[in-house]
């Protein structure tokens, strides 16, 4: 089994939608989650840390269920700039495992 | 500015021709590591480094060597690459908060390094 699984997509929304990812994880122990951005096979960068509690910054909002053991990201108000791929990152012992990443994108 | 520098950006080689892709850190992180990411696989672990002179082997460790010598520094080595390791490779870096549990706070990527072997 995986340690991470995402829907790959690809996800075409128009401009102004909501759209939201999840992300289930395999490892109870894990300990810290993240999504990540990646443009074009250009390098992941940090989206935002995803808490117990949720978190939200601006438009995007992350949610953690740590019994159901699954990620979720709504990304709101999309807009052509937020076309990427979405990784999932859990960070589990001494390890970063990563979903394979779901496809955004965001059309006129 | 805080960043993480690979070198080669992009390289292709021979089969058998020893190379080395660098990668260092200027954020004084505990914690770095090197991923290759092939289509339809996402990002998998080779070798992480917890400190100066700890390593580890990741998910795909076979073919691959690194060194951790400096705290800055963490290159991969491939002593006699194949084909099957035309890959892009990403390193990256991360501080390790420690409590009761070691936590890697988000990780820092270098811009990757395309590989390709003949």
């Known amino acids: 089994r995986k340690e991470v699984e995402q829907d790959p997509g690809p996800f075409n929304v128009p401009e102004g939608a909501t759209v939201a990812f999840n992300c289930t994880y395999s490892?109870?122990?894990?300990?810290?989650f993240f999504w990540y951005r990646q443009d074009c096979r250009k390098e992941p960068k940090l989206l935002m840390s995803?808490?117990?509690s949720g978190n939200e910054d601006g438009r995007f909002t992350a949610q953690l269920n740590r019994a159901s053991q699954y990620i979720s990201l709504l990304i709101r108000d999309s807009k052509l700039s937020d076309s990427a791929t979405y990784l999932c990152?859990?960070?589990?012992?001494?390890?970063?495992?990563f979903g394979t990443g779901t496809s955004l994108t965001v059309i006129p | 500015e805080a960043q993480v520098t690979q070198n080669p950006r992009y390289l292709i080689t021979v089969t058998g021709k020893k190379l080395t892709v660098t990668c260092s850190q200027n954020?004084?992180?505990?914690?770095m590591s090197w991923y290759r990411q092939d289509p339809g696989l996402g990002l998998r672990q080779i070798y992480y480094?917890?400190?100066?002179?700890?390593?580890d082997k990741g998910d795909v460790p076979e073919g691959y060597k690194v060194s951790r010598k400096e705290k800055r520094n963490f290159p991969l080595i491939l002593e006699s690459p194949s084909p099957n390791q035309t890959s892009l490779y990403f390193c990256?870096?991360?501080?390790?908060?420690?409590?009761?549990?070691?936590?890697?706070?988000?990780?820092?990527f270098g811009q990757g390094t395309r590989l390709t072997v003949v």
């Open positions: 995803v808490y117990s």
């Open positions: 490892n109870s122990a894990s300990q810290s």
């Open positions: 954020m004084n992180h505990e914690y």
């Open positions: 480094s917890m400190n100066v002179e700890v390593t």
């Open positions: 990152v859990v960070n589990t012992g001494n390890q970063f495992y």
């Open positions: 990256a870096s991360s501080l390790v908060r420690s409590g009761f549990y070691f936590i890697n706070t988000e990780a820092f």
